[in-house]
């Protein structure tokens, strides 16, 4: 590793996406670094070997709760981070700026975003309230004067395909389409999600800004995909429409947290939230960024399913 090159942290960096953003880190050639909660008699088995697998690759890890001063002193130590907390503990990235605050060394700041343009959808409430939060950390952000850079990945592929599509499931005949599958929405690959966020996060032209992973070949409807799909391996699917009543419906009766992955799907799904903005000149996109990256498609990303399948998504959606 080159000793002149940003070094970054990671908290969340064992989860779904952070541990993309981690291997995406190292194989940039950057210093990393993961805090991440201490291993006990509680430590799911596949944390622990993954934070070896870290160990392994060059990766230093800092264990410990969020405590203050000791995410201070961690924070002294590099000059760019990357927060991937799930939505429980998105207002934990409070104490993340605090800290962040007080060491005063930060080059960048990557808050939990990676989903929507949360600054320019309205979904239905349970989602909305979820975004809310993200807004409020990005507000604290700004205010702080923290530099930053806000991504919105829209979908993660591999978790969205096994969640439309099920390619586990040999048996599956039927395939769930919300409304008509028509609305398009976009699938970005998780190794591209984490590759382009190591490279928006060093780059001096997304500092303060907005950036949106929309790469021109994965933007798809639910039908296109399904078509795809079926052209892939060889078999048809009986598509089961579900109406944009019945999607409505279940999100005010469903008990939290479930009634946010239904409203995610009505946002994405139905209204089309991950498309029906334009990019304006304030914005950037990843694609357009660095032209020079060949990003998997979404037709590349089937491919892997049939070849050498991405590990399932232990998602809120299944
Ligand atoms: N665009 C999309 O399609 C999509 C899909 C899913 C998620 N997302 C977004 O991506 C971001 C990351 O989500 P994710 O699903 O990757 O997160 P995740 O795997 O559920 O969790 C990330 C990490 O948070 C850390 N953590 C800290 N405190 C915790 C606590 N009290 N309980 C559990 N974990 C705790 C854990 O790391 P340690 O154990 O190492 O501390 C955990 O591995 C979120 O902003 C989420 O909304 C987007």
Redesign the pocket.
């Known amino acids: 590793m080159e000793a002149n090159k940003n070094r970054i942290l990671v908290?969340?960096?064992?989860?779904?996406?952070?541990k993309y953003m981690v291997k995406a880190s190292i194989s940039l050639g950057y210093p990393t670094f993961?805090?991440?909660?201490p291993i006990n008699s509680e430590t799911p088995i596949s944390?622990i070997q993954l934070c070896k697998e870290f160990n392994s690759i060059g990766v230093t890890l800092v264990e410990g709760e969020l405590e203050h001063d000791k995410i201070v002193a961690v924070i002294k130590q590099v000059d760019i981070v990357i927060c991937?907390?799930?939505?429980?503990?998105?207002m934990?990235q409070l104490k993340i700026i605090d800290a962040i605050k007080v060491a005063g060394n930060i080059k960048r700041f990557l808050p939990?975003?990676?989903?929507?343009e949360e600054d320019r959808v309205k979904p239905l409430p349970p989602f909305q309230a979820?975004l809310d939060k993200?807004r409020k950390i990005r507000r604290e952000i700004e205010t702080s004067g923290i530099p930053y850079t806000f991504v919105s990945?829209?979908?993660?592929g591999a978790?969205?395909v096994n969640f439309l599509l099920h390619p586990y499931d040999d048996n599956k005949k039927d395939i769930t389409v919300y409304d008509n599958g028509e609305t398009k929405a976009i699938l970005n690959y998780e190794e591209d999600i984490a590759m382009y966020t190591i490279k928006v996060a060093n780059d001096p032209r997304a500092h303060n800004r907005i950036v949106v992973y929309r790469p021109s070949k994965n933007i798809v409807t639910q039908n296109e995909l399904i078509s795809l799909w079926e052209r892939k391996n060889g078999q048809k699917f009986n598509k089961v429409f579900v109406p944009e009543e019945d999607i409505i419906n279940l999100s005010q009766i469903l008990p939290p947290p479930q009634n946010i992955p239904v409203s995610i799907v009505h946002s994405v799904f139905v209204k089309g939230d991950l498309v029906n903005f334009e990019l304006g000149e304030d914005d950037l996109e990843a694609s357009q960024l660095y032209p020079d990256y060949n990003y998997t498609s979404i037709d590349q990303l089937l491919d892997k399913f049939i070849v050498d399948p991405p590990p399932p998504a232990s998602?809120?959606f299944e």
């Open positions: 908290f969340g960096g064992t989860g779904y996406i952070g993961v805090y991440t909660r944390k991937t907390f799930a939505y429980p503990q998105v934990e939990s975003d990676f989903g929507v979820f993200k990945a829209n979908c993660f978790y969205f998602a809120a």
